[in-house]
């Protein structure tokens, strides 16, 4: 996939390998970081990233 720093609902979902209804569902309630633009939702590359390296890291602390 070619690298973007702004990623559609589509792109996203390959990225994570998930199913698109599952990164609308997130975007909708706000767990993933997300901005709805002329009623469509997009994501930063990098914030995602971020969002990701976040969550495991809080998950490593839980698990000590």
């Not at 390998?17 to 599952?22: C, F, L, S, V």
């Not at 569902?25 to 970081?33: A, T």
């Not at 009623?39 to 390296?53: A, M, P």
Request: aromatic residues 8%.
């Amino acid at each position: 996939m070619e690298e973007k720093e702004i990623m559609t609902v589509k792109q996203v979902a390959e990225y994570l390998q998930m199913d698109e209804h599952t990164i609308y569902k997130l975007s909708r309630s706000g767990k993933i970081p997300a901005i709805k633009i002329a009623g469509q939702w997009r994501f930063k590359k990098e914030v995602i990233d971020k969002w990701i390296n976040d969550g495991s890291l809080e998950n490593l602390n839980k698990e000590e």
